[in-house]
């Protein structure tokens, strides 16, 4: 703790700021490229676990319950390891997009898939019977009218994505916490260890924290809404009782 | 390539090595356990902190609550992990040799365990803070009217509804600390995820081929990730049947009722 008061250590932080923001972009590179991987994995999966087939179904469910009952860190691990001892080297940030994608495209097709269920039966109906094809229902019935449902979670999902780049340590990455661990730890700038994490913590905090307001204030909003329509029924119920 | 495969497996045939995976497996649930159970508890008292301490003379608690939910949920565990590490004093009582492990063991597991305990109660008060949110506000008129008082109300009434409510949200976010817990193989403690990391790395002894092959990786991920896999989905399995129960009931009530 005492590091944190020192100015030897603050000026130790300031002098190498280059390397925090190179691992700070390295993160947020990794991030964006694992959410639209995640983002394209969910609606692909989510998309065949409400298709009403029941081996698409089959496939969408052994992947999401695979995937999202085992530790994002023994997958990463597991790719990484495999695809080195094998001989096809991927890169580090490469296996880190692939496998942190694969991992939260799990629960983003969880997310999707409880948003289309949530879409009464009727609509389907109705818009198969005006002629709608399978995609046109989706693109122009279901998926406007299910994406206040699925965002409020979808953004939360990207705000634990942001913060699990962190896993690219275990294999010797080079984001933001593993740069902040390596450079406490180093020969010429071990020992500035306060200065050091909060520099990356707020880092993180800065990214994620406005995400996750976004997603609760939505979600609460979602849910106020709900409650207004809610209370317009027991009105009308108590008229047919009387 | 046959034999590989065949030497990999033997080594999960060793009696000492498969002991080693199963404490390893031991101590992640050991440990995910605590962090849950401390976690509720800490957690509880920061989401009661949070949603109720309005009046202006504990308003700075509530901050305080505040600060702290949205710093741990906003930033990885592996941070508070090394900060744990570098930062947190270890009581004379952890700092020497127990259930077989080193002193140096014992320390790390119980500075890694202390990161892992604070970042789950930090998740479990937002739970807990959707279950008091889910209780309907006539129960504390109600509660007022028949002389309660605040800590009697919270007590009896509110947070027996709030965790009955939430009790599917805490066995599923088991779940997430078990995988959560294998973090703290970037420190190498003694759980799952770091044994089996350890034995890959020493793989090239164990198989008898004198080199580590990728059947090695195979087989050994493969094994934690079976025992991951059991141990979850056993967990999310006792979910879902709280729930499709609740939903049975729910809809018998409506039945009933119309």
Known sequence: ?242 | MMEEWSASLGMLQSSAILLYILKGTLFTVIISAIAVILGVILGSVLALVRNYCHSPRYRIFRYAAVAYIEIFRNTPLLLWIFICVVFCPVPDIFAHRMFGLTTVETTLLFKASIALILFTSSVIAEIVRGGLNSVAAGQFEAAASQGFNTVQTMVYIILPQAFRNVVPTLLSQIITTIKDSSYLANVATIELMSRVRQILSTANIYNGTGNINVSDVFVLYGCAAAIYFIINFALSLVVRHINARRKAAASAYRTAKA
């Open chain 1, 1 to 242: 703790m005492a590091t944190l008061v020192s100015l030897e250590a603050w000026l130790k932080v300031w002098t190498y700021k280059s390397t925090f923001l190179l691992g700070f972009l390295t993160t947020l590179e990794t991030a964006l490229f694992a959410v639209l991987l995640s983002l394209c994995l969910g609606l692909l999966f989510g998309l065949m676990s409400t298709s009403g087939k029941t081996a698409l179904q089959a496939v969408a469910r052994v992947y999401v319950e695979f995937i999202q009952n085992t530790p994002l860190l023994l997958q990463i691990c597991f790719l990484y390891y495999a695809m080195s001892f094998s001989g096809h080297s991927l890169s580090i940030i490469a296996s880190g997009i692939i496998s942190i994608g694969v991992y939260h495209g799990a629960y983003m097709s969880e997310v999707i898939r409880a948003g289309i269920q949530s879409i009464p039966r009727g609509q389907f109906e109705a818009a198969h019977s005006q002629g709608f094809s399978y995609l046109a229902t989706m693109y122009y019935i279901i998926l406007p009218q299910s994406i206040k449902i699925i965002l409020p979670p979808m953004v939360n999902q990207v705000v634990n994505l942001i913060k699990n780049t962190s896993c690219l340590y275990i294999i010797g990455g080079s984001d933001l916490i593993s740069i902040t661990y390596s450079f406490v730890t180093g020969a010429n700038t071990g020992g500035a260890h306060g200065p050091a994490y909060l520099v990356s913590g707020v880092m993180f905090f800065i990214i994620c924290f406005p995400l996750s307001m976004l997603a609760s204030t939505w979600e609460n909003n979602l849910k106020k809404r709900e409650r207004l329509t809610f209370k317009k029924e027991p009105a009308v119920k108590a008229e047919d009782l009387s």
